[in-house]
């Protein structure tokens, strides 16, 4: 009997619902602890598909996250290098004006 097909058990269970109450309900049982268990299976599969792709679109994130703080430490350097050249030019106009002074 542990081989039974899904027929075989509901045919079984229509016999045994047929004999008395007590048997009804247990078979009523059953056939609620099978759909409780189908239910289950289904919502764990929903779950296991909605956490791959909750991991891609994090992934995805990510990746674009470190694309966009790549750009601004990149523009940061070159912010960097400008204000050091502005410095120098000042730097450069501002000794010409002592010269023009003396």
Partial sequence: MT??????FIRTVDY???MNDRWLFLA????LL???SIVIYWLV????????DHKALRDQHTESLTGIINKYHDTSEKLSAVIQE???TMRACEMVRNIRKI
């Fill in 45 to 52: 599969r929903q779950l296991n598909v909605l956490l791959t």
């Fill in 28 to 31: 009523a049982l059953c056939m």
């Fill in 86 to 88: 502005n410095t120098s």
């Fill in 34 to 36: 099978i759909g409780c």
């Fill in 16 to 18: 045994v619902s047929q």
């Fill in 3 to 8: 081989n039974m097909q899904t027929s075989e």
